[in-house]
């Protein structure tokens, strides 16, 4: 079966960076677009970003443009969110999700359990 394990996440200090990782299995991950959601205590579900199938082209939420980027590597099956000069307000659980063509509904097909990321002032 599909699965998207999440990893990475942790406490930082405001300013600081953390690298999320998310592998893989069960499906053919090049065919996949892959996405970055969060969720913070009491607040809905947020996109944060997707990446391509190719991995040419991102697109992000205005709010952590310039600060995040999506990659991956197909030949892994792994999509990683580098977030740098992070703030309180990036304090949430962290999701990937995939699906096989860009959905603009956070409808995506598959989901991993989450990371937390805690940013600390």
């Known amino acids: 079966q599909v699965q998207l394990v999440e990893s990475g996440g942790g406490l930082v200090q405001a300013g600081g960076s953390l690298r999320l990782s998310c592998a893989a299995s069960?499906?053919?991950?090049?065919?996949?677009?892959m996405g970055w959601f969060r969720q913070a205590p009491g607040k809905e579900r947020e996109f944060v970003g997707r990446?391509?199938?190719?991995?040419?082209?991102?697109y992000y939420t205005d709010s952590v443009k310039g600060r995040f980027t999506i990659s991956r590597d197909n030949a892994k099956n792994t999509v990683y969110l580098q977030m740098n000069s992070l703030k309180p307000e990036d304090t949430a659980d962290y999701y990937c999700?995939?699906?096989?063509?860009?959905?603009?509904?956070?409808?995506?097909?598959?989901w991993g359990q989450g990371t937390q990321v805690t940013v600390s002032s």
């Open positions: 999700a995939a699906n096989l063509f860009v959905t603009y509904d956070g409808k995506y097909a598959y």
């Open positions: 069960g499906l053919t991950f090049s065919n996949y677009v």
């Open positions: 990446i391509t199938r190719s991995g040419d082209r991102t």
